[in-house]
Nanobody, 119 residues
Framework: QVQLVESGGGLVQAGESLRLSCGVS??????????LSWYRQAPGKERELVAH???????KYGDSVKGRFTISRNTVKNTVYLQMNSLNPEDTAVYYC???????????WGQGTQVTVSS
């Protein structure tokens, strides 16, 4: 069973940076073979895509984070990262990691990590 564990969330001030990590275990596939994503959900809002790293290494970002956030992976550590710079209060949300394995396209979610940005 694929398991994802996020970490790195916390309380920061506007303008600061955070790096989220998502450890992936239990998959027979390398991170290179999976589609990797970060989503977020703010109170009272729907879950939205923040960043996506496809198997072909192409990336896609939500409009509100373009130029500030970067998704990456470390296949040796089996970890997906989200580097977040120039944070603002609108980035406050629970951030979720998601991976999609090949062939079955089954998706798996992490438990989420809270990011709070004060003004």
């Amino acid at each position: 069973q694929v398991q994802l564990v996020e970490s790195g969330g916390g309380l920061v001030q506007a303008g600061e940076s955070l790096r989220l990590s998502c450890g992936v275990s239990g998959s027979p596939f390398s991170l290179n073979a999976m589609n990797l994503s970060w989503y977020r959900q703010a109170p009272g809002k729907e879950r939205e895509l923040v960043a996506h790293l496809a198997r072909d290494r192409s990336t896609k970002y939500g409009d509100s984070v373009k130029g500030r956030f970067t998704i990456s992976r470390n296949t040796v550590k089996n970890t997906v990262y989200l580097q977040m710079n120039s944070l603002n209060p609108e980035d406050t949300a629970v951030y979720y990691c998601r991976v999609t394995i090949p062939y079955t396209n089954t998706g798996y979610w992490g438990q989420g990590t809270q990011v709070t940005v004060s003004s």
